[in-house]
């Protein structure tokens, strides 16, 4: 069965203090591994999109990595503001054509 | 672009109403999905189109859930009648083509008591 499991659930980090978010996926037919920010009250925010082993992303201080088994979103130097929920996604590219979601890592960053 | 438009951004209604809610995707996106989030099961997706036409409607719960798209701007998304348990934040996504990354709109948090 197609799944997607991100870790840790949740996350508090000091300001600076640089860390890794995981998502692990088990999808036959990959053909994309989405990353997503959600702020409260507020829709998922898309990030990056990989698609091969070995790609590799970055938005200022986010950057994202991808193995045949799991992605990681590393986060250098967080500030407050990169507080949120973060979602991975897998797309399943097979007969049942949809994207496969992780439950998030909430993320705090503490001043 | 002012992105996905969804309405009405709260709706709080007794057990046994109907309820619409709706959505305006991205001009231009060809792809349209409804998802159900909530902190149990994270994001479900409910229903997606593809040109207006529905291509898999799995996710939907039950006969009481229902949705279209009439014309390429417009779609809804109707619980009838709803139920304590439909409570949860539905959101509308769009996307440019199958596989892409989807944009999301703000969501309607739905409370049924």
């Known amino acids: 069965e197609d799944q997607v499991t991100q870790s840790p659930e949740a996350l508090r980090l000091q300001e600076g203090e640089s860390s890794s978010l995981n998502c692990s996926y088990t999808v036959s037919g990959l053909r994309g591994l989405f990353w997503y920010r959600q702020d409260p009250g507020k829709g998922p925010e898309f990030l990056f999109t990989?698609?091969?082993?070995?790609e590799e992303k970055e938005k200022e201080r986010l950057k994202a990595t991808l193995t045949k088994k799991e992605s990681f979103l590393h986060i250098t130097a967080p500030k407050p503001e990169d507080s949120a929920t973060y979602l991975c996604a897998a797309y399943n590219a097979g007969n049942n054509r949809k994207l496969i979601w992780g439950l998030g890592t909430s993320l705090a960053v503490n001043p | 672009d002012a992105g996905v438009i969804q309405s009405p951004r709260h709706e709080v209604t007794e057990m046994g109403q109907e309820v619409t809610l709706r959505c305006k995707p991205i001009?231009?996106?060809?792809?349209l999905f409804w998802y159900r989030q909530t902190m149990m099961r994270g994001l479900e997706l409910l229903i997606y189109?593809?040109?207006?036409?529905?291509?898999?409607d799995s996710g939907m719960p039950e006969d009481r859930f229902s949705a279209k798209m009439p014309n390429a701007s417009f779609s809804t998304l109707k619980i009838q009648p709803s139920e304590p348990r439909d409570s949860a934040v539905y959101f509308c996504?769009?996307?440019?083509?199958?596989?892409?990354?989807?944009?999301f709109g703000p969501g309607t948090r739905l409370t049924v008591t």
């Open positions: 189109f593809n040109n207006n036409v529905p291509i898999d």
């Open positions: 001009s231009g996106h060809d792809y």
């Open positions: 996504a769009s996307s440019f083509e199958e596989g892409y990354e989807q944009y």
């Open positions: 990989l698609y091969s082993a070995g």
